[in-house]
Structure formats: structure tokens, C-alpha cells
């Protein structure tokens, strides 16, 4: 993400601006997360009946590595609302969820690098430069 000329980098593995993942892999791997992300989504565990563990861990250090990201830029940028930096980063997170589901369930409708930018644009701006409150505008 950059912000006034200055970087502020992504940790490694999360979603890199346009939607790109630094961390690496082979096909076959990208493939069995798919697949895995698809059954949890649906609510199906394995053939054992559990999810697996590897996925667990592999959220918890995106959810951990996401919060941390959006801390440093909020820091570099004076904002210090604890709840709205949480929230944020828990939006963030969900917004790639999301749009990664829908990606994966329907790539050709689904851009998944200009729709994530889109989103995390505007959680990451509602922070740094929060508008009218919703309620404000007519309907």
C-alpha cells in the first residue's frame, strides 16, 4: 500500500495491491487450498471429519499478518481509534474472503485483483479519512 509517495509494505503471504499473493507455491498446492477453502465455505470438513489444521494456521497468521500491515499504516499516519483499526483489519479480512470465494466459485465474472483493491480502498480510507456517517445520506 502507499499513501503521500511513502510505501508501506505488505507482510509476506497477504494480498499485495491488485489482488497478487507474494507467497509462493506450486499449482498442485494453490489447487488443494481452493479445494479446502471451497468445502469450508460450504460447511464440509474432510473425509475424517476435520478441517484441516494447516488451513487453521494459515488463517491465523493472515488474520495476524493483515492487522499488523494496517497498524504500521495507520501509525505512519496518526491515527490511533483502536476499534476502528480491529474493525478494519477484520473487514479487510473478510472482504478478501469473500471475494476470493466468489472468485473461486465464478472466476469469469469475478476480477479478483481490481474488486479486492476496491474494497480494501475503501475500509483503508474510511479509517485514515472517514466521511458522512451513512445515515446522512438520502435514500
Request: glycine share 12%; proline share 5%; aromatic share 6%.
Given at each position: 500500500m502507499s499513501r503521500a509517495g511513502r510505501e508501506v509494505s505488505c507482510p509476506e503471504?497477504?494480498?499485495?495491491?491488485?489482488?497478487?499473493?507474494?507467497?509462493?507455491?506450486s499449482p498442485s498446492h494453490h489447487g488443494e487450498l481452493r479445494r479446502e477453502q471451497i468445502l469450508l465455505a460450504r460447511g464440509r470438513?474432510?473425509?475424517?471429519?476435520?478441517?484441516?489444521?494447516?488451513?487453521?494456521?494459515?488463517?491465523?497468521?493472515?488474520?495476524?499478518?493483515?492487522?499488523?500491515?494496517?497498524?504500521?499504516?495507520?501509525?505512519?499516519?496518526?491515527?490511533?481509534?483502536?476499534d476502528s483499526i480491529t474493525a478494519a483489519s477484520a473487514s479487510i479480512?473478510?472482504?478478501m474472503d469473500g471475494l476470493q470465494l466468489q472468485w473461486l466459485l465464478h472466476p469469469e465474472i469475478v476480477d479478483l485483483g481490481e474488486?479486492?483493491?476496491?474494497a480494501i480502498t475503501a475500509i483503508v480510507n474510511g479509517v485514515l479519512h472517514p466521511g458522512a456517517p451513512l445515515e446522512s445520506y438520502r435514500h
Open positions: 503471504g497477504s494480498l499485495a495491491p491488485g489482488g497478487k499473493s507474494r507467497r509462493g507455491g470438513p474432510d473425509q475424517q471429519g476435520e478441517l484441516p489444521s494447516h488451513f487453521e494456521e494459515r488463517y491465523t497468521t493472515l488474520r495476524r499478518e493483515v492487522s499488523e500491515a494496517f497498524q504500521v499504516l495507520c501509525a505512519a499516519e496518526g491515527v490511533t481509534d483502536v479480512l473478510a472482504v474488486a479486492s483493491e476496491f
